[in-house]
């Protein structure tokens, strides 16, 4: 292995909130703590259980406040943490009442996909931050962002890496303690992601930011290695590959956690995941949607 590579790398899962909310169906809670309990198991420590949005925009997510109760209450309480999406003031209160310990807000680097996405310009998405962020500072809640559209927008197309360092070092000071830069449509190839890493590292420590990369193009793998090579040593992943971006037609899903682990097993790299525990999981939520399993990895060791 290259001296390069980080020795152990941790995984936020974001299969059940990134995932299913691009569902058309409702997924039963019950389902989504299965779900969840089967990644605890596997060993993932850092699971974006839901988000704290409107019903009437994202009805897949109304059950958040019963299934974060649920889960704080449950067997992986005191082992894994859950954070959970929230877009304003008004969705972190309410995670806060259900017993949020952990958010995450967003933004998009490209002002185009920011006014489709959320009605607004960049610059007034970040001032919708700031009551947000003095609140989970007065409560001791940790923020965590996502930069959307790191690479490119489906709207406007390529986005300049300074534009998405300076994002990203605007929500490093506003207090966000970790940056996950995202390819939202998956169009990136290795050497975009150097050059983009290249760019925020300047700006932003590596060590608070993740990578978030769709495999609309197939290359969500090698921009995990890229990544490795740069020093980045967090990554979002999606059990099975699930979801895909409502504002942005015929984009994949995240990185399928199971291919980021055999990738990192692969290269000697620690994620503390066993394996054989998260195709299980991928393999329940893939027969409760009622479709094979998006992940080649999860295909190809099924047919062993």
């Not at 988000?51 to 925009?57: C, G, L, Q």
């Not at 001791?140 to 406007?156: K, N, Q």
């Amino acid at each position: 292995m290259s001296e390069a590579l980080p020795k152990r790398v941790r995984i936020v899962e974001v299969g059940p909130r990134d995932g299913l909310q691009n569902e058309t169906q409702v997924i039963p809670t019950a389902v989504k703590l299965e779900l969840i309990g089967l990644l605890a198991q596997a060993g993932l420590r850092n699971i974006e259980a839901t988000a704290f949005v409107s019903p009437r925009w994202v009805p897949q997510m109304a059950d958040h406040a019963e299934l974060l109760g649920a889960l704080h209450s449950g067997p992986h309480a005191e082992t894994a943490r859950y954070p959970v999406l929230t877009p304003n003031l008004r969705g972190y209160e309410s995670a806060r009442r259900a017993g949020a310990r952990e958010v995450a807000v967003f933004a998009a680097a490209s002002e185009a996909f920011s006014q489709k996405n959320i009605n607004c310009s960049i610059a007034q998405s970040l001032q919708r931050f700031e009551p947000l962020m003095a609140a989970a500072q007065a409560d001791g809640v940790a923020v965590r962002a996502y930069v959307s559209c790191a690479v490119g927008c489906p709207y406007s197309g390529p986005v300049a890496p300074a534009q998405v360092a300076a994002l990203a070092a605007e929500l490093k000071q506003m207090g966000c303690y970790e940056i996950s830069l995202g390819d939202t449509i998956g169009v990136g190839t290795p050497g975009q992601i150097r050059q983009l890493l290249d760019a925020v590292a300047a700006q932003v420590p590596m060590a608070c930011l993740a990578g978030h990369f769709h495999d609309t193009y197939g290359q969500a793998v090698a921009n995990v290695y890229a990544a490795l090579e740069c020093g980045m040593t967090v990554f979002d992943a999606s059990v099975a590959g699930l979801g895909g971006c409502p504002y942005a037609p015929g984009a994949s899903g995240n990185v399928a956690t199971e291919e980021l682990v055999y990738l990192c097993q692969g290269l000697d790299i620690e994620t503390g995941v066993d394996l054989q525990q998260l195709l299980a999981a991928g393999a329940y939520i893939c027969a409760q949607l009622g479709r094979v399993n998006p992940s080649k990895l999860a295909r190809a060791m099924a047919t062993k």
